[in-house]
């Protein structure tokens, strides 16, 4: 009777602790391409603010590379476009720029991003008057993208007098 007392109690540790080493049953959660383009963006910022231009830069360009394989795979997606408008201005490629944010507003004409990046592309362009019309979209959203763009807008004024 011992010997199947202890066989089963060395069986069900046993067991107990084959089964703990196996691999975790929880499936790892893959990235997706944006998700990785929005974690470089958010480490190019951090270098931009620590004044680390050149390294902001490879961040941008990395974080493009991300978005333009996530927009081949899901395209017209308006978030995307946003980052890529985003990343393309960061990098001086207002042009291209420009056509990602205006992409992405025929999609979701009142994304707050899109208005606020756009109004600042189009600030650094020279272009208050286009400036004012993303404002002018952002001014009912009680958000924070309204007020940094009236700032920036604001800041040119200023600077002019």
Do not use: W
């Amino acid at each position: 009777m011992l010997k199947k007392i202890s066989l089963v109690l060395f069986l069900i540790l046993f067991s107990a602790h084959a089964y703990s080493a196996g691999s975790d049953s929880t499936p790892k959660k893959v990235k997706s391409d944006y998700d990785k383009a929005v974690e470089s963006i958010k480490f190019a910022k951090k270098y931009e603010e620590k004044g680390k231009v050149e390294k902001a830069k490879k961040r941008y360009e990395k974080a493009q590379k991300f978005l333009l394989k996530s927009n081949k795979e899901k395209p017209n997606q308006a978030d995307t476009l946003n980052y890529l408008g985003f990343t393309t201005r960061k990098l001086g490629d207002y042009e291209n720029g420009e056509k990602y944010y205006l992409m992405g507003l025929e999609i979701n004409p009142n994304h707050t991003g899109i208005n606020e990046y756009l109004g600042e592309l189009y600030v650094t362009t020279n272009r208050i008057e286009l400036a004012r019309e993303r404002l002018k979209v952002l001014e009912k959203c009680n958000c924070e993208e309204y007020a940094e763009l009236k700032d920036i807008i604001d800041g040119v004024k200023e600077s002019k007098y």
